[in-house]
């Protein structure tokens, strides 16, 4: 059982969309291959309107702890207030209350609270799915807004989706990361056999990409790239290219700009299914060739 992770150096480069078309091309043709599918991108999670999945189970997720005060055994004191540096306390009339979201659950109040009135607790920050897509299982999220923690959740996804993957004996687990390089991508990317970087030719495209290969590089994780949209901007196209083979990564292929991505999503289709002949689909089909090509490669 291998682990393909796609990453982006930022939002918007057509992640998500090579993710689903990837799911797609496993499933049928002469490559065929078992797979299991996880959404890592828990704080915009949308794999799930592309592949249309039903919902088989839902479970909370509990995130970080938030301070309660018991009024009974509050003093008003205001220590807690003097304490806090995100501004969470407040006091109405003598009464001192907390503001869940503006609360960071450091506890500094719990510590100065002379009564012991002040405690922390578990708080619910979202909730995690299993859902079966028609390419297969897939694990995907929902965050709360203004919670934190992703980074577990994308852990506790992706562990779902490797433990299902290794027992009905999957080939392989495709995760759709996150966007950017902070600690929900590290989640993703950790344990991947191989890293897809969809980059886009664009002045924060070209320089995105190089910080997401920059962390890759550092966890150890083999990455190869595919350029989307590569024929808007030819001279940012060439840059990529150019950076890559500087670094030794392979450019896999380059995905044209093509309207039937967009008619494609709207449709809650991948593209190489809403339209198999376009220019977009072939160029697809030549990356997961590639990719499996890479990964067989790793076993030898």
Not at 18 to 35: D, N, P, Y
Not at 97 to 104: H, M
Not at 112 to 131: F, H, K, L, N
Not at 165 to 174: C, E, M, R, S
Request: charged residues 20%; proline residues 4%; glycine residues 8%.
């Amino acid at each position: 059982m291998k682990q393909l992770v796609i990453l982006s150096g930022k939002g918007g480069t057509g992640k998500t969309s090579v993710a689903a078309a990837l799911a797609h091309l496993a499933t049928e043709g002469a490559q065929k291959i078992s797979i299991v599918l996880a959404d890592a991108d828990v704080d915009a999670a949308n794999l799930e309107l592309v592949l249309a999945p039903r919902k088989l189970a839902q479970e909370d997720f509990w995130g970080g702890k938030v301070a309660g005060i018991d009024q009974a055994a509050c003093s008003g004191c205001g220590e807690c207030v003097d304490v806090c540096r995100f501004e969470a306390i407040h006091e109405t009339n003598g009464v001192y209350k907390i503001d869940p979201i503006a609360c960071e659950g450091c506890a500094a109040c719990v510590y100065v609270c002379p009564t012991e009135a002040i405690s922390m607790t578990d708080q619910i920050a979202g909730e995690w799915y299993r859902s079966e897509s028609r390419y297969g299982p897939l694990f995907h999220a929902a965050l709360y807004p203004a919670q934190e923690n992703s980074g577990k959740l994308v852990t506790l996804i992706k562990q779902h989706a490797k433990l299902l993957a290794l027992d009905d004996a999957h080939d392989l687990v495709i995760v759709d990361g996150p966007p950017g390089i902070g600690c929900p991508v590290i989640s993703a990317a950790s344990g991947a056999d191989l890293a897809l970087i969809v980059a886009e030719p664009s002045v924060a495209g070209v320089h995105d990409m190089r910080r997401i290969l920059q962390t890759t590089e550092h966890f150890g994780v083999q990455s190869i790239v595919c350029i989307n949209k590569a024929d808007l901007y030819t001279e940012g196209t060439k840059e990529i290219e150019t950076y890559c083979e500087e670094q030794g990564i392979e450019v896999i292929g380059l995905i044209p700009f093509d309207l039937n991505i967009t008619w494609a999503m709207a449709s809650g289709d991948p593209v190489t299914a809403y339209e198999p002949d376009g220019d977009a689909s072939q160029a697809l089909r030549e990356i997961w060739k590639r990719v499996l090509s890479v990964l067989r490669e790793q076993q030898e």
